[in-house]
């Protein structure tokens, strides 16, 4: 099985422990990672923004990059739906079937639920929007969660709710951006949780932004740091 991390613009730019701990994770699972160094931007910001020629020959380019791969694994929901849902539309759609996000690929692919992770915080999640409607990753990340040791899964209040960041969505309606991310950031600190899950660190650093301006004392951090958490190495 040759499997290839796909680590995405804000991992790579913002969050690079994401994807080292995608890395720790796989290969504990006796998983053999490779990291193709000509992979850059999806082209999401460019299509979603109506640039379609421009997001074009991103595509293509990261569909080349991933070319002689069974899988590639993407820590994050919006990536991986914009490589499923919009590269058939870019004349890119050979790389879609084979592209899953991180908890897809340990349910679907690894079949675990228990990865051995070890985690002595209460955590609420947040299920993230292109995770939730495009990929329909259902009950998966909740079901990984549940099985980290030490860790208490706290309910959240309007869970399926956007959050409000949306990529440019966030930049062109900052009003209502805000405002959907303060009711949000009230639910999350209505659980009493240490810590705030997601599959995507977008949303995290929109959620977290706003939490950290509201003064919460809470953790944003994305769902492959929890499940590489170990007793030896704990977060």
Known sequence: MRVALFVT????????????AVVRLLERLGVTVDF???QSCCGQPQFNTGYRHEAE????????????????????????AMVRDNYPRLNAKELGPRTYELTEFLVDVLGVTDVGAYYPHTVTYHPTCHGLRMLGLGDRPRRLLEAVRG????????????????????????????????????????????????????????????LSRRGARIRPVHIAEILASTDEDPL
């Open 9 to 20: 613009c804000v991992n790579d730019a913002l969050y690079p422990g994401t994807g080292k």
């Open 151 to 210: 860790l208490e899964l706290r309910e959240l209040i309007g869970a399926e709710e956007c959050c409000g960041f949306g990529g440019t969505f966030a930049v062109k309606n900052a009003a209502v951006s805000a405002a959907m991310g303060a009711d949000k950031a009230r639910h999350i600190e209505e659980t009493g949780a240490s810590a705030l899950c997601t599959v995507d660190n977008s949303c995290l650093m929109h959620i977290g932004g706003t």
């Open 57 to 80: 020959p991103l595509a293509r380019r990261t569909a080349a990059a991933f070319r002689g791969y069974d899988y590639v694994v993407v820590p994050s929901g919006s990536c991986a």
């Open 36 to 38: 193709p160094a000509e």
